[in-house]
C-alpha cells in the first residue's frame, strides 16, 4: 500500500514539473514573438481611435511617437484563470480600422499584463494564461488584417499592415542603436537584419494604397524610399511620393500633415523645383479654409 502511494506521489510530481515546463516555454517563445509586437499601442491607437475622422497619423507617427504608458509594476494583477479563459472567444470586426483598433488593444492587454514579471512574486497562472491568449488574439486580428488586404484588395487593411511594419522596423533599429556592447555586436547586425526585412514588407503592403493616393501610405513609402530604410535609396521615387502625401492631407484637411510632406519633399528637392512648386501652391491655397491639422509628429525622427 505504501508502494503504491509513493507511485501516485510520483506521477503527480512529475505531470505538475512537466506543466511547469510547458508554460516556461510558451512564455519563453511569447517573449521572442513580442520584439515585433507594436508595443507602442498608446500612442499608434489615438490615430486608430480617429482614423474614421481623418486618418492621419498624429502622434503614432514613428518621427515623433508619443512613450506607451508607464505600467505600475505593484498594480494588482485584474487577470485569473476564469477570465482568461473568457478572453479566448473574439469576434473579428468588419472594417480594417476596427479590426486596428481591437488589435492596439489587445496589444495594451499584454504590455499591462507583463507587468507581473518585474514583481518579486512573478506572474500568476491565470495572468501567464491571459498573456498567452492576449498574443492568440492579436495574431489572429493581424491575420485578419492581411487577408482582408489580400482577398479583399482593402487598401485600409494594406495601408496599416505597411504602417506597422514601417513602426516594427523603426523600433529594431532603434534597439540596435541601443546596444553599445562591442560583444554584441551579432546582436546588432541581427536587428538592423529584421529591420531591413521589416521596411521591406512595408514597402510592399504600401505600394498599392500609395499608387492610389492614400497620403498614410505614400508618407511612409517615402521616408522608406528617402532614407534607403530597406536597402535602397532613391530621392527621385521619395519626391513623388512625399508630393502625394502632402496633396493628399491637404485635400483631407490635415494642414499640418501637408505642410511637413512638404518640408520632407524640399530635402529632396530644390524649393524651386517645379514639383515643389506645385506642392507649395496647392498647400497652401485658400488659407481662408485651412484646417486644424493635427500635427504630423514631432520635430525629432528616430532615423
Not at 485584474?78 to 473579428?92: F, Y
Amino acid at each position: 500500500m505504501f508502494g503504491f502511494v509513493q507511485t501516485r506521489l510520483a506521477t503527480v510530481a512529475t505531470l505538475a514539473l512537466s506543466a511547469g515546463q510547458i508554460i516556461g516555454s510558451a512564455l519563453f517563445a511569447m517573449c521572442l514573438v513580442l520584439v515585433g509586437l507594436p508595443v507602442d499601442a498608446s500612442a499608434t491607437s489615438s490615430a486608430a481611435a480617429k482614423s474614421n475622422k481623418g486618418g492621419a497619423h498624429g502622434k503614432a507617427d514613428p518621427h515623433g511617437a508619443a512613450a506607451a504608458d508607464s505600467v505600475d509594476p505593484d498594480a494588482p494583477e485584474a487577470e485569473e484563470e476564469d477570465a482568461a479563459v473568457v478572453l479566448r472567444r473574439q469576434e473579428i470586426p468588419e472594417t480594417a480600422d476596427e479590426i486596428v483598433r481591437l488589435y492596439l488593444a489587445r496589444n495594451e492587454d499584454l504590455v499591462r499584463l507583463q507587468a507581473c514579471r518585474t514583481r518579486p512574486t512573478g506572474c500568476t497562472t491565470g495572468v501567464q494564461q491571459a498573456m498567452l491568449i492576449r498574443l492568440e488574439q492579436a495574431k489572429e486580428l493581424m491575420d485578419a488584417l492581411e487577408q482582408r488586404a489580400r482577398k479583399r484588395k482593402d487598401m485600409r487593411a494594406a495601408m496599416w499592415r505597411g504602417r506597422f511594419a514601417f513602426e516594427n522596423g523603426v523600433r529594431m533599429a532603434n534597439s540596435a542603436i541601443d546596444v553599445t556592447d562591442p560583444q554584441h555586436r551579432d546582436i546588432v547586425v541581427h536587428m538592423r537584419s529584421r529591420a531591413r526585412r521589416e521596411f521591406k514588407i512595408a514597402s510592399d503592403w504600401l505600394s498599392a494604397p500609395s499608387a492610389l493616393g492614400d497620403p498614410d501610405a505614400c508618407w511612409y513609402l517615402g521616408r522608406v524610399w528617402g532614407e534607403g530604410l530597406s536597402g535602397s535609396r532613391d530621392p527621385d521615387i521619395a519626391a513623388k511620393l512625399f508630393r502625394c502625401a502632402a496633396i493628399g492631407y491637404r485635400v483631407r484637411g490635415d494642414l499640418a500633415a501637408a505642410v511637413q510632406s512638404f518640408q520632407r519633399l524640399t530635402k529632396l528637392v530644390d524649393p524651386r523645383h517645379p514639383m515643389a512648386a506645385e506642392v507649395y501652391a496647392r498647400v497652401w491655397a485658400d488659407d481662408s479654409r485651412s484646417a486644424k491639422g493635427r500635427p504630423h509628429g514631432s520635430s525629432g525622427d528616430h532615423h
